[in-house]
């Protein structure tokens, strides 16, 4: 598995990667759920020309199979957030995901010396609650009314991981995604958790 910045021929690949998603996978996203191929290369375009974000494609086997993004980057504090991940279904719920994960986060910590990695999502989205927390990121609380999406008032959860967290996590997540914690059918033999 690999990062590289998203690119627009990386829209056919993620078409079928996302294609076999749910609606409700979209409900917290600012983006609607693309119904085709020309809505995914429209999703692509806007993420690779927005200067304020970087886009990340997870390639899989050398095909795209979903994104993730730094955005609120600020270096002059050295704080960052991870946001717009979006997993196809060849990432969801697998050791892959967390691999992007890791990834993402030591290119962040490690590459860049960034201070602070961010973590935001909607309070109600408890499958990405879920997952800052398995992550290891800090809960630091709820930002009432913060944003509005798609016609609603979203209350926003924050999670953090600072570089003085970052050792040790990255020691705990590089050993859940060592090889020899899976066994022959890639069942994790120790969970991923605090």
Not at 49 to 76: E, K, Q, W
Request: charged share 25%.
């Amino acid at each position: 598995m690999t990062l590289r910045p998203v690119v627009a021929d990386d829209a056919a690949d993620l078409w079928d990667a996302w294609e076999g998603t749910a609606e409700a996978d979209w409900t917290y996203l600012p983006m609607e759920r693309p119904t085709g191929p020309h809505e995914t290369a429209a999703i692509i375009d806007a993420m690779a020309s927005d200067p304020s974000t970087v886009a990340y494609c997870v390639l899989v086997n050398g095909s795209a199979a979903g994104v993730l993004s730094l955005m609120r980057i600020d270096p002059a504090n050295g704080t960052v957030e991870i946001g717009a991940v979006i997993l196809g279904t060849p990432l969801r719920r697998t050791a892959g995901s967390t691999q992007a994960q890791r990834l993402l986060m030591g290119h962040v910590l490690d590459d860049l010396g960034y201070r602070r990695l961010e973590w935001k999502c909607d309070a109600l989205n408890a499958p990405s609650m879920a997952a800052a927390e398995r992550l290891g990121y800090t809960f630091e609380g709820v930002f009432r009314n913060a944003v509005v999406t798609k016609g609603r008032n979203r209350d926003t959860a924050w999670w953090s991981v600072t570089d003085a967290e970052w050792p040790a996590l990255r020691r705990r997540l590089d050993a859940w995604l060592d090889p020899g914690n899976f066994d022959a059918d890639g069942q994790q033999l120790t969970r991923l958790g605090r």
